[in-house]
């Protein structure tokens, strides 16, 4: 068993847990009549539908791992997977899928899918997949869960994406990451947890070692008592406290699996490819639907057109078809290709989140010409909206060097400046 399923069963636990209460109350006794069944029904289907009703929406990004082969080094490929890590950091991405462009009867590369066992002689992806999932591990639980690897010999070199969840050893905060360890809290069914602090914790579950599990640190900051903490799963810091906690890692064999598998209920529901052979739209022209789940895909060293062309479960379709929008982001290009990692940093639809008190607000900056276009996607609740817009009038990018906006603090990289609102 793996140690993202181990890690998904300590989730499903958590939540689990977290439910008995809930559960115990939908539990019959004897005597209960039909009218009381009915309610209780009645009462677990609202319920599920205001939980449906608080998700937060997600931002994913699926990259090639194509362009990991089109580096001439290892030590230029990781600064690259590196500056994919930081830009996906930066914006706050939810989710990093990696995908290759293989037929649909290709089996899938076990040297992908496992953590920490593939051979040196490992793929453009599953070196992608280390790097990616490797710098967005907290420092302090890097040598537990990431055994000495060739490929990991430069990591070194790369600065540190400093997330929220990548605390210093005095900070405390309401969750934190950590992972089990061998030694068991004697006759209590429960294990100890390092989570980067002078002393372990205890959590009150049963847990096999070497797993990453998040902590619900509770606000008992006394180390000495040993008071059980909670395993979480890994949206609680999100959804509880609106803190950005990291993103996580996907590997697709083709395109279609990226649609396919998607972890979250009900799939993605808005798709956003990105080509130089796509539509150039001005920015008051471009209406964001709605969405949950948004997945922006950017292509290989061919595009997107060569995996679909590639992928069987898609083979003969168009491009357009596949996804919602298919959009140049940069058009009038001085360049004939633009790199993946300059398209992640230097986006015209940039998404950026704004901070005011816990709740999380994104909004879309597009550059054309002299004009920022600024449309807000979903506002600073967990419910996403229909996207509103304004234009702003600005000077020539060359010129700009602060802006005043009646706004949280807000910094965007935009040409090189730094804007802020």
Same mark, same amino acid.
């Given at each position: 068993?793996?140690?993202?399923?181990?890690?998904?069963?300590a989730e499903t636990e958590a939540e689990r847990i977290e439910n008995d209460?809930?559960?115990?109350?939908?539990?019959?006794?004897?005597?209960?009549? $039909?009218?009381? @069944?009915?309610?209780?029904?009645?009462?677990?289907?609202?319920?599920?539908?205001?939980?449906?009703?608080?998700?937060?929406? #997600?931002?994913?990004?699926a990259v090639s791992g194509s362009i990991i082969n089109n580096a001439q080094?290892?030590? /230029?490929? &990781?600064?690259?997977?590196?500056?994919?890590?930081?830009?996906?950091?930066?914006?706050?991405?939810?989710?990093?899928?990696?995908?290759?462009?293989? =037929?649909?009867?290709?089996?899938?590369?076990?040297?992908? &899918?496992?953590?920490?066992?593939?051979?040196?002689?490992?793929?453009?992806?599953?070196?992608?997949?280390?790097?990616?999932?490797?710098?967005? &591990?907290?420092?302090?639980?890097?040598? *537990?869960?990431?055994?000495?690897?060739?490929?990991?010999?430069?990591?070194?070199?790369?600065?540190?994406?400093?997330?929220?969840?990548?605390?210093?050893?005095?900070?405390?905060?309401?969750?934190?990451?950590? !992972? #089990?360890?061998?030694? @068991?809290?004697?006759?209590?069914?429960?294990?100890?947890?390092?989570?980067?602090?002078?002393?372990?914790?205890?959590?009150?579950?049963? /847990?096999?070692?070497?797993?990453?599990?998040?902590?619900?640190?509770? &606000?008992?900051?006394?180390?000495?008592?040993?008071?059980?903490?909670?395993?979480?799963?890994?949206?609680?810091?999100?959804?509880?406290?609106?803190?950005?906690?990291?993103?996580?890692?996907?590997?697709?064999?083709?395109?279609?699996?990226?649609?396919?598998?998607?972890?979250?209920?009900?799939?993605?529901?808005?798709? %956003?490819?990105?080509?130089?052979?796509?539509? %150039?739209?001005?920015?008051?022209?471009?209406?964001?639907?709605?969405?949950?789940?948004?997945?922006?895909?950017?292509?290989?060293?061919?595009?997107?057109?060569?995996?679909?062309?590639?992928?069987?479960?898609? @083979?003969?379709?168009? !491009?357009?078809?596949?996804?919602?929008?298919?959009?140049?982001?940069?058009?009038?290009?001085?360049?004939? #290709? %633009?790199?993946?990692?300059?398209?992640?940093?230097?986006?015209?639809?940039?998404?950026?989140?704004?901070?005011?008190?816990?709740?999380?607000?994104?909004?879309?900056? +597009? /550059?054309?010409?002299?004009? +920022? $276009?600024? *449309?807000?996607?979903?506002?600073? #609740?967990?419910?996403?909206?229909?996207?509103?817009?304004?234009?702003?009038?600005?000077?020539?990018? =060359?010129?700009?060097?602060?802006?005043?906006?009646?706004? =949280?603090?807000?910094?965007?990289?935009? *040409?090189?400046?730094?804007?802020?609102?």
């Open positions: 068993m793996g140690k993202k399923q181990k890690r998904a069963e209460k809930a559960e115990n109350e939908f539990e019959l006794t004897n005597g209960d009549s $039909h009218k009381k @069944k009915k309610r209780r029904r009645r009462n677990k289907e609202r319920d599920e539908r205001d939980k449906e009703a608080k998700e937060i929406p #997600t931002v994913s990004i080094s290892l030590e /230029l490929a &990781t600064r690259l997977a590196g500056q994919i890590a930081r830009a996906a950091t930066i914006f706050r991405i939810d989710e990093v899928v990696v995908f290759d462009n293989k =037929s649909s009867s290709e089996k899938e590369d076990p040297t992908v &899918t496992t953590d920490n066992n593939s051979d040196e002689n490992e793929s453009g992806g599953a070196f992608f997949i280390r790097i990616l999932r490797y710098l967005e &591990t907290p420092q302090y639980l890097r040598k *537990a869960l990431f055994p000495r690897h060739n490929n990991l010999r430069f990591v070194g070199m790369l600065p540190p994406l400093d997330a929220p969840h990548h605390l210093r050893k005095h900070e405390w905060a309401p969750f934190r990451e950590g !992972v #089990t360890l061998n030694e @068991k809290v004697p006759n209590s069914g429960k294990t100890l947890v390092d989570v980067g602090l002078s002393k372990n914790v205890v959590v009150n579950q049963a /847990l096999e070692p070497g797993i990453r599990v998040t902590v619900a640190m509770g &606000t008992n900051r006394n180390l000495d008592d040993d008071s059980p903490r909670q395993v979480v799963s890994l949206s609680k810091p999100r959804e509880e406290a609106g803190l950005y906690w990291g993103y996580r890692v996907r590997y697709a064999s083709n395109i279609s699996s990226v649609f396919k598998d998607c972890p979250y209920r009900g799939g993605y529901d808005l798709l %956003i490819g990105t080509s130089e052979h796509g539509l %150039i739209i001005n920015s008051s022209e471009l209406s964001l639907p709605t969405f949950r789940h948004l997945l922006i895909a950017f292509g290989g060293l061919a595009g997107l057109e060569e995996s679909i062309e590639e992928d069987s479960n898609l @083979k003969g379709k168009d !491009v357009r078809e596949v996804f919602d929008s298919y959009l140049n982001t940069r058009p009038h290009q001085g360049s004939r #290709t %633009i790199r993946t990692e300059v398209v992640l940093f230097d986006w015209p639809v940039v998404y950026v989140p704004i901070y005011e008190t816990c709740d999380l607000n994104k909004i879309c900056i +597009f /550059l054309t010409g002299s004009n +920022f $276009h600024i *449309a807000s996607v979903f506002p600073r #609740t967990n419910q996403p909206s229909n996207a509103k817009s304004s234009t702003l009038k600005l000077p020539e990018v =060359s010129q700009i060097e602060e802006i005043s906006f009646p706004y =949280s603090s807000l910094s965007c990289m935009v *040409a090189k400046s730094v804007i802020s609102f």
